[in-house]
């Protein structure tokens, strides 16, 4: 798989995300939303929003595995919090960039809800993947 990740001129510089990836060739892999629940579907970090997105990129990881795929696939991501504040944005961006170190930042976009599917879930993550194969 051909990935490119293109830094547009006139655009502010991101930071742990990139505002265009292209990619060519490979199978394309569609995640559904991961979110902090273990194995046994028990959940994972209470009230820690941060807690919570670790185990939501662990399931996205053991996603991506099963497909064939690594984080470095990862061309888009969408990332749901649930009463989004900006005090979230420094630790979960810095978990974002030890996920996805410079230059494999995929494109990414927040979006504040009011909820998500089950009580006492902060954060769901989907990603997008492509690969060679």
Partial sequence: ??????????????????????AR????????????????????GGGDIVAQAEQAYVNVGIALTAAGARFTDVVKLTIYIVDYRPEHGAPLR?????????????????????????????IEVDATAVTDS
């Fill in 94 to 122: 810095q978990l974002r960039e030890r996920i996805f170190p410079a230059p494999n930042q995929p494109v990414c976009t927040v979006v504040g809800v009011a909820a998500l599917g089950r009580p006492g879930l902060l």
């Fill in 1 to 22: 798989m051909k990935q490119h990740i293109v830094r547009p001129a006139g655009m502010p510089a991101p930071s742990a995300y990139a505002h265009l990836v292209t």
């Fill in 25 to 44: 060739g490979g199978t394309t892999i569609y995640i559904a939303g991961q979110v902090a629940l273990d194995e046994a579907g028990r959940l994972v």
